[in-house]
């Protein structure tokens, strides 16, 4: 069983950095992709960034390049996201999600197990 709580999220300027944590609870020590999604109003939910929490790796959508980091602290089995620049297209729920199997996937359909999400909402 995984369960997962992201934290966070906010109202900010264009610009302006945030940082979002998830919080991972495993009953299992096997790896485990990490990832997070987004969801825009009205439009559908996309991948952000991934990694594997234990033998690490990650993966950034090209539209965060640059901008947002991954990094974790498994002594807190956490997971952050670090977004800097942030820009008013970054406004969404932010998800975080985690699969088995190793690898860096992209995909919603991968991953069985999902967060409630935390509100990011950037203005101009």
């Known amino acids: 069983q995984v369960q997962l709580v992201e934290s966070g999220g906010g109202s900010l300027q264009a610009g302006d950095s945030l940082k979002l944590s998830c919080v991972v609870s495993?009953?299992?020590?096997?790896?485990?992709?990490l990832t997070w999604f987004r969801q825009a109003p009205g439009k559908e939910r996309e991948f952000v960034a991934t990694?594997?929490?234990?033998?690490?790796?990650?993966n950034y959508a090209e539209s965060v390049v640059g901008r947002f980091t991954l990094s974790r602290d498994n002594t807190k089995s956490t997971l952050y996201l670090q977004m800097d620049k942030l820009k008013p297209e970054d406004t969404a729920v932010y998800y975080c999600?985690?699969?088995w199997g190793g690898g860096l996937y992209r995909r919603t359909s991968e991953y069985p197990y999902w967060g409630r999400g935390t509100q990011v909402t950037v203005s101009a």
């Open positions: 990694s594997r929490r234990l033998s690490g790796g990650t």
């Open positions: 999600a985690a699969a």
């Open positions: 495993i009953q299992n020590s096997n790896d485990i992709t």
